[in-house]
């Protein structure tokens, strides 16, 4: 191996926390694409629409070694709540150049963030982000600018959309929020260890923006609630406590990270939990994930796409 190559082979270790490439396969005719993988959810989107999305990768051999020559990443909106054909599957494919080590890709769509019938992406090697918009195959990418003293590697991976049409990138730690805010008219991403002004916000569990209004929601450990704060305001409170799970904003939705993962919903004109919305619960264990109808593991009424489902290939 090369100086360039044991260069890049310390690189990767050291900011994607990679190994060693696998030898290459002599059974196998290189390149070949692998089969679909990583199937995820993005975002709730209303009463019965999701976004799931999915990789496949190009892999060639060099020097009895693999390497990443392109992947391709497929969005997908289907109904969660009565399996039938997706409303709409397309891939965007990304050539990756000198890349001969397989980590996490980098063109990646951010996860919990959905707005204007588009998600979040970003290609972090080439600093530059966009936003994909359901029903099309092509992203119009712009550079970005981050100011953080934390590596974008790990910041920018959860986002949600903020005031004044700005994006929220957000990582909890156990005592604090470390947030960073980016422009999508300037390109800059600026970073902040607490949101000054608005203390309250340090406490939530999650932060959104609803109707470009600051909401979040909060363990309330003594009434073994959630509230629903917006504005700083208590608007309502649940029943979700549950010992202590995660809650994670899907634009108006909220999910209770759980053994299985509740799906609620929050009124956009009174701000309070949404009694009427017919619950879904979410198992995350399956790729693509699983949508049941009640928070029993062991029924049969659920519905899951296959990447067959999703992209018919």
Same mark, same amino acid.
């Given at each position: 191996?090369?100086?360039?190559?044991?260069?890049?082979?310390?690189?990767?270790?050291?900011?994607?926390?990679?190994?060693?490439?696998?030898?290459?396969?002599?059974?196998?005719?290189?390149?070949?694409?692998?089969?679909?993988?990583?199937?995820?959810?993005?975002?709730?989107?209303?009463?019965?629409?999701?976004?799931?999305?999915?990789?496949?990768?190009?892999?060639?051999?060099?020097?009895?070694?693999?390497?990443?020559?392109?992947?391709?990443?497929?969005?997908?909106?289907?109904?969660?709540?009565?399996?039938?054909?997706?409303?709409?599957?397309?891939?965007?494919?990304?050539?990756?150049?000198?890349?001969?080590?397989?980590?996490?890709?980098?063109?990646? +769509?951010?996860?919990?963030?959905?707005? /204007?019938? &588009?998600? !979040?992406?970003?290609?972090? #090697? $080439?600093?530059? =982000?966009?936003?994909?918009?359901?029903?099309?195959?092509?992203?119009?990418?712009?550079?970005?600018?981050?100011?953080?003293?934390?590596?974008?590697?790990?910041?920018?991976?959860?986002?949600?959309?903020?005031?004044?049409?700005?994006?929220?990138?957000?990582?909890?730690?156990?005592?604090?929020?470390?947030?960073?805010?980016?422009?999508?008219?300037?390109?800059?991403?600026?970073?902040?260890?607490?949101?000054?002004?608005?203390?309250?916000?340090?406490?939530?569990?999650?932060?959104?923006?609803?109707?470009?209004?600051?909401?979040?929601?909060?363990?309330?450990?003594?009434?073994?609630?959630?509230?629903? +704060?917006?504005?700083?305001?208590?608007? /309502?409170? &649940?029943? !979700?406590?549950?010992?202590? #799970? $995660?809650?994670? =904003?899907?634009?108006?939705?909220?999910?209770?990270?759980?053994?299985?993962?509740?799906?609620?919903?929050?009124?956009?004109?009174?701000?309070?939990?949404?009694?009427?919305?017919?619950?879904?619960?979410?198992?995350?264990?399956?790729?693509?994930?699983?949508?049941?109808?009640?928070?029993?593991?062991?029924?049969?009424?659920?519905?899951?796409?296959?990447?067959?489902?999703?992209?018919?290939?």
């Amino acid at each position: 191996m090369n100086f360039k190559r044991i260069l890049l082979a310390v690189l990767c270790i050291a900011m994607y926390g990679c190994f060693r490439p696998d030898e290459c396969d002599s059974s196998l005719f290189y390149p070949y694409w692998s089969e679909w993988t990583k199937g995820r959810l993005i975002s709730i989107i209303d009463d019965s629409l999701a976004v799931l999305s999915a990789d496949k990768y190009k892999i060639a051999c060099k020097d009895n070694e693999e390497f990443l020559v392109s992947s391709r990443t497929g969005l997908s909106l289907v109904n969660y709540r009565i399996k039938q054909k997706p409303l709409s599957a397309d891939t965007f494919s990304y050539n990756f150049e000198g890349v001969y080590f397989l980590f996490n890709p980098y063109f990646k +769509i951010i996860g919990n963030y959905f707005k /204007d019938s &588009s998600v !979040l992406v970003i290609d972090k #090697p $080439n600093k530059t =982000f966009g936003f994909w918009k359901i029903g099309t195959s092509s992203i119009k990418f712009d550079k970005y600018s981050y100011s953080g003293t934390y590596s974008e590697y790990y910041d920018l991976n959860e986002a949600s959309p903020w005031v004044d049409g700005n994006i929220l990138f957000k990582n909890r730690t156990d005592t604090a929020w470390q947030v960073a805010v980016l422009n999508p008219k300037t390109g800059k991403i600026e970073q902040y260890d607490s949101f000054k002004g608005y203390e309250w916000l340090n406490e939530c569990r999650d932060i959104t923006s609803i109707e470009n209004k600051r909401a979040c929601v909060k363990f309330n450990r003594e009434t073994e609630s959630v509230e629903l +704060i917006v504005d700083g305001k208590i608007t /309502d409170t &649940s029943s !979700l406590y549950y010992g202590l #799970p $995660n809650i994670i =904003f899907n634009g108006n939705y909220i999910i209770k990270r759980a053994y299985l993962s509740e799906v609620c919903k929050i009124g956009t004109k009174n701000f309070k939990f949404d009694n009427d919305f017919a619950p879904v619960w979410i198992d995350y264990y399956y790729n693509p994930p699983r949508f049941y109808k009640d928070n029993s593991k062991n029924s049969d009424d659920f519905v899951q796409y296959t990447y067959e489902d999703l992209f018919g290939w």
